[in-house]
């Protein structure tokens, strides 16, 4: 057996980098998603205007932040702003990109954040919304990472947090909701998943190395869209590894 290169996390760190593009916007939450975008900045995207929830706005983020609200994300930033600004921002329309995690997601990438079980007598409660709600409903393209399973991977979620696609085609503009904006790509451990045109449904566009399509639908508790041609993804290259241990130093996100 060939011993393995790079792990999982900096896989996903390195595909989720690749979807972000030079001189558009994205906000970002913790963790994965931070990494993300400081390693497309160092990258492909010098250009790429970072956003964060506590008001940072265009930074170069020296090392990663442990929260949205620590003082590097207003490292060298283009403005040193608000909560009320950077949300204000989003519903104008000025964001491109959001990063969000979920907890369950739908086959309409409806994401759950808030509870599991019944809301009145939830067996968990989780973190809630924070600015996943806004930034699910008014950033143009969301991109999700996610663990994926059977529990996860829902073809009811417990409760929507934020809005992907809702019902299905047409349900965000009902909503009063952007109709060019929704869920864009969603990353899981086992690949990568678009949303189709016509359905809205999730469909898959490319698995990761070593992974099954088989894998892939044992996996979810719905039935996923599987076009003909599947591409798939490319492993971090040793620049890109080296940089995401400049960027985490400490193994916060990406571990030893």
Not at 32 to 42: E, G, S, V
Request: hydrophobic share 40%; charged share 20%.
């Amino acid at each position: 057996m060939i011993e393995e290169k790079y792990t999982q996390t900096e896989l996903l760190a390195c595909v989720a980098a690749k979807l972000l593009e030079n001189n558009k916007s994205v906000f970002v939450g913790t963790g994965l998603p931070m990494i993300a975008a400081m390693l497309a900045q160092r990258t492909h995207a010098p250009g790429l205007l970072i956003v964060f929830e506590a008001g940072g706005i265009g930074p170069e983020v020296p090392v990663l932040p442990i929260s949205v609200g620590d003082s590097r994300t207003f490292y060298r930033a283009v403005a040193a702003s608000s909560m009320h600004d950077v949300m204000a921002s989003a519903q104008a329309g000025l964001l491109d990109y959001g990063f969000l995690g979920a907890a369950m997601i739908d086959a309409y990438g409806n994401i759950n954040t808030t509870i599991i079980g019944d809301y009145e007598h939830p067996r968990v409660r989780l973190p809630g919304s924070g600015g996943g709600n806004d930034v699910g409903s008014f950033c143009w393209r969301t991109i999700l990472i996610m663990r994926q399973d059977e529990r996860r991977f829902r073809e009811k979620i417990d409760f929507i947090t934020t809005p992907g696609y809702l019902s299905g085609p047409g349900a965000r503009e009902e909503a009063g909701l952007p109709a060019d904006g929704g869920p864009y790509r969603v990353i899981t451990q086992l690949g990568v998943y678009g949303f189709d045109e016509e359905t809205k449904r999730l469909k898959l566009l490319a698995l990761h190395p070593g992974v099954t399509v088989k894998q892939v639908q044992e996996n979810s508790s719905f039935e996923i869209i599987i076009p003909e041609q599947v591409s798939t993804t490319s492993p971090p290259t040793a620049q890109e590894r080296a940089l995401l241990r400049e960027i985490d130093p400490t193994g916060m996100a990406i571990g030893k």
